[in-house]
């Protein structure tokens, strides 16, 4: 059921969640072309005014969903190879499973931050600097010496993006 105004904007029930998590679907099934007010405001329950309200624009509501959903995915996998409980070949590989998880629960998303036209160029600006402090942390964590060599971050690149 649509809301009123006064109950999308005044709620206490996460009206703005509602919002992100909506537009991260339609992200999902398609892309920030298929991102319009009317749509978010129909599957968050809200009505349309409500994403101006919490967001100023559309187009802010996108540019704050694409950087949401690509930071959260880069803390994970940098919390995992991190997480000094685990030998560094098992960062790694866990790390890297969290990374391709991710990929095949959600490829829609990683589409559109990485070939969609529509999304803004620095959405593709933030990703490059998530995936090189990500490489960055993967070939410390390999390196014998303990900092990141250039071929080992090269070849992790690679292996990556492949």
Known sequence: MIQTIGDGLGDKTGARERIIFAAIGILEKDGARGITTRRIAAEAGVNTAAVNYYFG???ELVRQVLSLTLSHGFADWIEVLEDRSLDAPSRLHA????MLEGIERNPGV???HMFESGVMEESRVALGGHLSSFLDAAATLLSPTGAPETDLRLRLGVAVLA
């Open 57 to 59: 624009s559309k187009e």
């Open 110 to 112: 990683v589409r559109a």
């Open 95 to 98: 790390a890297l499973s969290i």
